[in-house]
């Protein structure tokens, strides 16, 4: 930057990149926490916000269900989800995808195949292994990593004979990371200044700077043919 030109403060994006990749950010009592989306599904949701003004959050929710972790995992619940897109603040229980199969009988195994959002998949490995040599965990017999390039994520738990597994699940859940709390909280720059933000508002904020960068766009480019045209006539 040369200063020979004046330093945008926004670049122009043709999809709201804040809700589709999402944002993480702490400053000085503020923080901003923004879970990442599905593209296809924010694009449908601008297209009923512009056709409908006076659309609700919740037909909104219709359209976008929740937020679209690249990691997989399971959100528990709906409340948490209507209630940060409506006021902008809330907390979702996320819990990694995991199914009991039964071995042979009378043993069973449980096996992880999604983790949940910023959640390493060695990490929990880890962990697991630790809760057990801790004791805090009695029913898991071994544990080993099936991971490969088909699934990039698989755990594998063997579990003892008298184990019960949804009872070794649940303690899963409670002590180790296959089950973490995600906040929602959308706080972005509006025009230099922070505000929380619903849903519908980030959504309608995008729409407006959308307006902005065509208007300026199609100003340049009428600038530009107007300059061509006098030269021309010239």
């Known amino acids: ?21 999402g944002a993480n950010g702490i400053a000085v009592g503020m923080a901003t ?14 297209v009923r916000l512009i056709d409908d003004p006076d659309v609700t959050v919740d037909e909104l929710l219709e359209i976008v269900p929740g937020p679209d972790f690249p990691t997989g995992g399971v959100i528990c619940g709906q409340n948490g989800i209507r209630r940060g897109y409506q006021t902008g603040r ?4 996320l819990r990694a995808r995991a199914r009991i199969e039964e071995v042979r009988e009378g043993r069973f195994r449980i096996v992880v195949t999604e983790v949940p959002y910023q959640q390493a998949r060695d990490r929990v490995e880890e962990r697991i292994a630790q809760l ?5 965990i009695e029913g898991i017999a071994g544990s080993r990593n099936e991971s490969d390039l088909k699934e990039p ?22 002590f180790s990371p ?24 980030l ?20 600038a530009k043919a107007r300059q061509r045209k006098h030269t021309v006539e010239g």
């Open 1 to 21: 930057y040369d200063e020979r030109h004046t330093e945008p403060t926004v670049l122009p994006s043709k999809f709201p990149n804040l809700l589709v990749n």
């Open 33 to 46: 926490s923004i879970p990442p989306h599905n593209l296809g599904e924010i694009c449908d949701a601008l």
């Open 90 to 93: 809330g907390t979702i229980v």
């Open 132 to 136: 057990v040599n801790e004791r805090r």
């Open 153 to 174: 994520v698989r755990l594998v738990l063997d579990l003892k004979r008298d184990a019960d597994p949804e009872v070794v699940l649940n303690q899963l859940y409670e």
């Open 178 to 201: 296959l089950q973490d709390s995600f906040s929602i909280i959308f706080l972005a720059l509006v025009d230099g200044k922070p505000r929380v933000l619903s849903f519908k508002g």
């Open 203 to 222: 959504l309608e904020e995008f729409i407006r700077h959308r307006v902005t960068v065509i208007r300026r766009r199609t100003q340049h480019l009428l």
